[in-house]
Nanobody, 115 residues
């Protein structure tokens, strides 16, 4: 059974940086596509960044040039480096693992960008 635990969220001033981590417990991390989503209260969950098993990445237009997703298969973890943060980046950020038809989610970590 896969478990995902996000960490690294917090309060940061506009223009600041945070690095989110997603720790994957279970089998086949290297065979999993990893995604980061975010969601604000009352809004739909938004796909922020993806990294596939070959380490190819994609980003939402709203974060291109500011966020970087990466993975370390030796540590069963993936990361979201967030730079030049804006107040509109304030959300709960979720990690998702996809293997074939199987999807697993973490419980999320809060990111608040405010002065």
């Amino acid at each position: 059974q896969v478990q995902l635990v996000e960490s690294g969220g917090g309060l940061v001033q506009p223009g600041g940086s945070l690095r989110l981590s997603c720790a994957f417990s279970g089998l086949f991390f290297s065979g999993s596509h990893m995604n980061w989503y975010r969601q604000a209260p009352g809004k739909e969950r938004e796909l922020v960044a993806t990294i596939n098993t070959g380490a190819s990445t994609n980003y939402a237009d709203s974060v291109k040039g500011r966020f970087t997703i990466s993975r370390d298969n030796t540590k069963n973890s993936d990361y979201l480096q967030m730079n030049s943060l804006k107040p509109e980046d304030t959300d709960v950020y979720y990690c998702k693992a996809v293997r074939g038809t199987a999807n697993d989610w973490g419980k999320g970590t809060q990111v608040t960008v405010s002065s």
